[in-house]
């Protein structure tokens, strides 16, 4: 199984690019089949993810061709056999965003089967905000052995209120509402960067979408969509975690292809604990503390413009080495703190208590072997490790490859030490060669 292994204590220094959002492009290729034109997507970034989705799309028929590594080409149009479509993949049930398709193929088809959604084990992740928005449209869902069936003799638009925000059923209630006669309103809508760039997405193929980004997103039903070319945004989430990670190791590394208004949340609380933020048109760079030791904080996780639930670990991480007692309350998700005990294993002393955790600062981390228990949590130890005094392993990276592309490919141009292994073997030559 691979893992990654690092060697601690070298601050990051250098130049990262950021790839496209992983959020957004899950969206986006749900939404590329709702047309019988050619979508020409690009920036997708080349995460497991993706291409998971991709071959899900490719399975039901639509036309995926590769034009490069983050370029790619849907055509929806061959899609055969509605009567009897299903998305079903022994892959496809690992992944959150199968369920984009269930919006995409109702609205187009007004019927969708796809196997009910797996994903990160962060929380109990339920859909029925999902379901209750296309019930409100007029379809029938049916949740049974595993799949999630909904069909509808009419589509007609609604007022749908979401109890919760939740940015899963505001893109797929929108995408559901694509072709629905008259106007839906989906409000208490999530307002994240990337709900705007699949709003924009569809907008493009000629869909009639208003309000994406605000708290109320109005949908006009049309007739038909036309193919488009679209570029998706940079990742908000893979930039923070390089932001975190150059203040985490005392760094000074340039954040480049972001858009610095997404990341205003991360920013500031990385200016407010002593780190250096400065702001470019498409670029952030961050400084670290210059040999001191960062300040404590408090971090309230909340829906978009708030501090993102995402960035929760890799905050957490960082604060672990402030000199001081800081608190993270995690009001999204129920089950996010999992990566506190692998953390405990280099030395954190993190209390959690419901859905706060207590972090009381150290000097340094020391390295371990440590689990992976989630995406953004791995991601996080990666950041652990590469402030580490010592060696740390860490296993389960298949979660961390879900969502960052070329992961250790990028921190090893910034000076970090890491390297994928397999074998007990390959640790001891790494440890060799790095001294
Ligand atoms: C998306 O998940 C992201 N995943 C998550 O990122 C992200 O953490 C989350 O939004 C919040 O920003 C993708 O976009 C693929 P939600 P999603 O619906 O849509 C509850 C990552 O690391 N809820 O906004 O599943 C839910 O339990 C991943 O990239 C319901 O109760 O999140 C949660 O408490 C992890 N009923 C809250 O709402 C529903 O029908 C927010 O969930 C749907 C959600």
């Given at each position: 199984m691979e893992q990654y292994v690092i060697k601690g204590g070298t601050p990051?220094?250098?130049?990262?690019?950021?790839?496209?959002?992983?959020?957004?492009?899950?969206?986006?290729?749900?939404?590329?089949?709702?047309?019988?034109?050619e979508c020409i997507i690009e920036n997708v970034p080349n995460v497991r993810d993706t291409r998971v989705l991709l071959?899900?799309?490719?399975?039901?028929?639509?036309?995926?061709?590769?034009?490069?590594?983050?370029?790619?080409?849907i055509c929806g149009g061959t899609i055969r056999n509605i009567d009897t479509l299903c998305v079903d993949d022994e892959f496809i049930r690992k992944i959150r965003a199968s369920y984009y398709l269930l919006g995409a193929l109702l609205g187009k088809y007004k019927r969708s089967q796809v196997a009910l959604p797996g994903g990160c084990d962060i929380g109990s992740r339920p859909i029925d905000l999902h379901i209750k928005g296309f019930e409100a449209l007029?379809?029938?869902?049916?949740?049974?052995?595993?799949?999630?069936?909904?069909?509808?003799d009419r589509l007609v638009g609604k007022h749908v209120y979401l109890d919760k925000i939740s940015v899963g059923a505001t893109i797929n209630i929108m995408m559901a509402a694509v072709?629905?006669?008259?106007?839906?309103?989906i409000e208490n809508a999530a307002k994240e960067p990337h709900i705007v760039?699949?709003?924009?997405?569809?907008?493009?193929?000629?869909?009639?979408?208003?309000?994406?980004?605000?708290?109320?997103?109005?949908?006009?039903?049309?007739?038909?969509?036309?193919?488009?070319?679209?570029?998706?945004?940079?990742?908000?989430?893979?930039a923070g975690t390089f932001m975190m990670a150059a203040a985490a190791t005392d760094g000074n590394v340039l954040i480049k292809n972001v858009i610095p208004k997404h990341l205003e949340a991360i920013s500031s609380k990385l200016t407010e604990i002593g780190a250096t933020v400065e702001e470019y048109d498409d670029s952030v760079r961050v400084i670290g503390c210059h040999g001191k030791r960062l300040r404590p904080t408090q971090i309230i996780t909340q829906p978009y413009p708030g501090f993102?639930?995402?960035?929760?670990?890799?905050?957490?991480?960082?604060?672990?080495?402030?000199?001081?007692?800081?608190?993270?309350?995690?009001?999204?998700?129920?089950?996010?703190?999992?990566?506190?005990?692998?953390?405990?294993r280099m030395g954190a002393r993190i209390k959690v208590e419901g859905n706060m955790a207590i972090i009381s600062g150290v000097e340094s981390y020391s390295g371990a072997t440590v689990v992976a228990p989630d995406l953004r949590a791995g991601a996080a130890l990666v950041i652990a490790g590469l402030a580490a005094e010592g060696f740390t392993v860490i296993e389960d990276i298949k979660y961390i490859q879900r969502g960052y592309e070329k992961f250790e490919e990028k921190l090893r141009d910034l000076?970090?030490?890491?390297e994928i292994v397999e074998t007990e073997k390959e640790i001891i030559k790494f440890k060799l060669k790095v001294g």
């Open positions: 990051l220094v250098g130049e990262v690019t950021i790839a496209g959002a992983k959020n957004a492009a899950l969206g986006i290729l749900a939404a590329a089949v709702m047309t019988d034109k071959q899900a799309i490719k399975e039901i028929g639509a036309t995926v061709k590769y034009i490069d590594e983050h370029t790619v080409s007029g379809a029938h869902v049916t949740v049974g052995k595993g799949m999630v069936t909904a069909t509808a072709f629905a006669e008259g106007k839906t309103t760039d699949v709003a924009n997405f569809l907008n493009s193929m000629g869909a009639n979408i208003k309000g994406a980004g605000t708290n109320e997103i109005r949908i006009r039903g049309v007739k038909e969509l036309k193919g488009t070319e679209y570029s998706i945004i940079p990742d908000q989430i893979e993102p639930t995402d960035m929760q670990p890799q905050m957490a991480v960082t604060l672990g080495l402030s000199d001081g007692t800081s608190v993270i309350s995690e009001n999204i998700f129920e089950n996010r703190f999992k990566y506190t005990d692998e953390l405990a000076g970090g030490q890491i």
